[in-house]
């Protein structure tokens, strides 16, 4: 029992760096105890910070502590050095690395030590242990230490096996001294460290949008909390008012009151199950903003200049956007106007009710303080964003539909040979030969020409064909302008063929197609064909409704719209916009906003 006592005090009088018995101890201001050497090794390395910390609890000091022998701690040490003592403590306070944590390099057999710090200079992990040299040995401690991590090849160039410590302003990459002579000869480029402080500043920017943006919602989310309480209260208060005239009536409004009651509770809970959605929404953007601020912030203290950069275009260009409108709340009027329309019924008749009941049917109806004003011009339409935050109504007119518009670009992984894409790839033409060979005879240029082109495993191979980027999932609306001969618009899942037969849009359960040609037009799906009659004219629009599973296609003359074809169905997976033509025919999605 002696003995162990021993071992534990032992433990309690090690360095936490060397795990040894401390040597000349030293204690900070915080109260951890170091080897004077081992802590001086530690703070050479973080000169260049600035700043020097406690390797154990962080606490930071602005200026380098002077530090002090504590005697009486070596005093303690010498007499366990006395003892024998000091040959069991150094393997029992080493730390097997766990799942996930880095591993020391240098340790053998069966048991990997987890590793503290990697080395930029040897591109080795170390631990506790073998990290030692590296504080003592005067030609390692001017190696760069950063803290321990698995992805060291990521900062090492590929090419020249260097330390990537230059940034290529041309092409926006990190590179070594010898990419500068050679691939990245004379482009505009900085040292890592350099450019990490250009890009900081560009991080706090973004950061605080974030945190504006927050405040912003956290204001309209408190004074949606208000209008919904108060939406209930004036309801109650409402229904309690009705309650009380119409008992005062004679049976034969009984009815009538019945209907007038539940009329108000359906557009009480139709509110505010609206109200809730958006508050549900609401929630979800500043918990989205605050999880954006958080990688922002991590981002901004990390010590890897690499990783940083790396990182730091992606996190500070998306733009931060919401699919949330602002909200307005009207003056609180709520059910008032309908206690007063009651109230002028209680005397009269029931002539004077019947008359009377569709004027109070309209007034509870008119209580909608918590949607959207009502668009007035096409310009005010094209301002509403395509993801609602209610149910959205069947769309009747044009002006209803593109408040749906959607932007759209073709995928050129997806494109067969002969077909051209143009206008910022929103436009397809089909060519009589392949892409490649046509671009050279007349000089286009087209970001897929040479034998790769033709090999992708998304391009469509045995029908002239295309689809869009991107994938649709909620409701939207695009407008498609077709020239000569035959163009099938489309709509189709991503995982069709793109091999064999069952890849032409609409002989498969995964597309559906509207075939426009100079006879007429027809629908197709699953290998069903049906013929569809309807005003011809060059512009078809298409509108989805994927959570109803609503998919529809429009004659479009002018600003007036005329219902071609409607598939109503249960769409599985996201749709993707695709088109196929016929020799010399076009195609062309139009901007609508």
Known sequence: MAQQGVVLDQDQFCCSICLDLLKDPVTLHCGHSYCSSCIEGCWDQDEQKGVYSCPQCRQSFTLRPALKRNYMLAEVVEKLKETGGAQ??????????????????????????????????????????????HYQVPGLKKHKLVEATSGLQDVICSSHDKLLEV???????????????????????VSVKDEREKKQDKLVLSQQEVQQRVKQR?????????????????????????ERIFTELIRSIERRRSEVKDLIRAQQGAAVSQAEGLLERLEQEIAELRRRDAE????????DNIHFLQNCQSLSSTSVSSDVPSISVPPLQYFKHVTEVVSELRDKLEELIQREWSNISTTVSTVDVLLPPEPKTRADLL?????DVFLPPEPKTRADLLRYSCQL?????????????????????????????????????????????????????????????????????????????????????????????????????????????????SFKHNRVETAVSGPRSSRVGVYLDHKAGTLSFYSVISDTVTLLHRVQTTFTQPLYPGFWLCYNASAEIMKLW
């Open 218 to 242: 956290e204001k309209e989310l408190k004074e949606l909390q208000q209008a919904v309480e108060s939406f209930k209260l004036s309801g109650q208060a409402a229904e309690k008012d009705i």
């Open 383 to 387: 301002k509403v964003s395509t993801v």
């Open 409 to 521: 670009t073709l995928d050129t992984n997806t494109t067969h040979m002969n077909l051209y894409l143009s206008e910022e790839n929103r436009k397809v033409t089909r060519l009589n030969q392949p892409q490649d060979l046509q671009a050279f005879v007349q000089g286009w240029s087209y970001p897929n020409f040479g034998w790769a082109y033709n090999i992708h495993p998304e391009r469509f191979t045995k029908n002239y064909q295309v689809l869009c980027r991107e994938a649709l999932s909620g409701c939207c609306y695009w407008e498609v302008e077709w020239r000569d001969g035959r163009v099938n618009i489309a709509v189709s899942y991503k995982d069709i063929n793109r091999t064999d037969h069952t890849s032409f849009f609409g002989d498969s359960d995964k597309s559906w197609r509207l075939q426009c040609s100079s006879d007429g037009y």
């Open 88 to 133: 069991a403590a150094p393997s029992e306070l080493t730390s097997p690395a766990g799942p996930g944590e880095v591993t020391c390099d240098l340790c053998t057999g069966p048991r990997k030590e987890r590793a503290l710090k990697s080395c930029l200079m040897c591109m080795v992990s170390y631990c506790q242990t073998h990290l030692q040299p």
């Open 167 to 189: 940034f290529c302003r041309t092409d926006q990459q990190c590179i070594c001294f010898l990419c500068t002579m050679e691939d990245h000869k004379g482009h505009d480029t």
């Open 296 to 303: 922002l912030e991590k981002l901004s203290h990390t010590e």
